[in-house]
């Protein structure tokens, strides 16, 4: 059942959570990120007009390094979302319209 938020720190953790979703969005952050702060209230309210589709992973840069490392994440902040265990969206910075396609194009896929 779509809707459950959980932070993930190893590949492993990823790769065995991703046996039990089929759309999930991928928020990777830092607490020390400027732009990733900028753009959390914007992420929250994307969340929750859309969590009734999609669980939501979040990876903190220094506590999910192994996670970063596995998906070759190139900056912070990072969505990254997947349906049917494929990558269909991602957007990388704290560009607002950017962020706001990603939600737009991640729901429309989502229910394609």
């Not at 607490?31 to 929750?48: F, Q, R, S, Y």
Request: aromatic share 12%.
């Amino acid at each position: 059942m779509p809707g459950r938020i959980v932070h993930l720190k190893k590949r492993q953790e990823l790769k065995e959570f991703t046996k039990t979703s089929n759309a999930f969005i991928i928020d990777f952050t830092a607490t020390w990120c400027g732009p990733c702060k900028d753009i959390k209230p914007l992420v929250d309210i994307a969340w929750d007009q859309l969590k009734h589709y999609f669980d939501m992973v979040i990876v903190d840069a220094d506590e999910g390094s192994d996670i970063c490392s596995f998906l070759k994440v190139k900056g912070f902040p990072t969505l990254v979302s997947f349906v049917n265990k494929e990558m269909v969206e991602s957007v990388i910075g704290a560009d607002i319209v950017g962020v706001k396609h990603f939600f737009n194009a991640s729901y429309k896929r989502v229910l394609s």
